[in-house]
Nanobody
Framework: QVQLVESGGGLVQPGGSLRLSCVAS????????MGWYRQAPGKQRELVAG???????NYADSVKGRFTISRDNAKNTVYLQMNSLKPEDTAVYYC?????????????WGQGTQVTVSS
């Protein structure tokens, strides 16, 4: 089993920034890809960003150029730097970990952290 603990969510004004962090523990050797999903009220969960063990990344079109995913393998931690935040970024953000970015949805999930973008 892998445990994922997120931190860094909160309330921010439009145009502001937040940095999410997620620390993985447990059977770390069973995972290679990590990422972030989000779910807004009334909407399906969507993959925001994913990163492989070697650092290859991909992003949802809606966040390209604004969000940056990174990881520190020595600390078993993945980050999501979110800049130029918009009200439509408001959602619960979940850290995910698994074998590959394409199958993250079937992997391990954190408990989620709320991000609210509002003036």
């Amino acid at each position: 089993q892998v445990q994922l603990v997120e931190s860094g969510g909160g309330l921010v004004q439009p145009g502001g920034s937040l940095r999410l962090s997620c620390v993985a523990s447990g059977s770390i050797g069973s995972i290679s890809a990590m990422g972030w999903y989000r779910q807004a009220p009334g909407k399906q969960r969507e993959l925001v960003a994913g990163i492989t063990s070697t650092g290859s990344t991909n992003y949802a079109d809606s966040v390209k150029g604004r969000f940056t995913i990174s990881r520190d393998n020595a600390k078993n931690t993945v980050y999501l730097q979110m800049n130029s935040l918009k009200p439509e970024d408001t959602a619960v953000y979940y850290c995910v970990a698994g074998v590959a970015v394409a199958t993250l949805k079937k992997g391990y999930w954190g408990q989620g952290t709320q991000v609210t973008v509002s003036s």
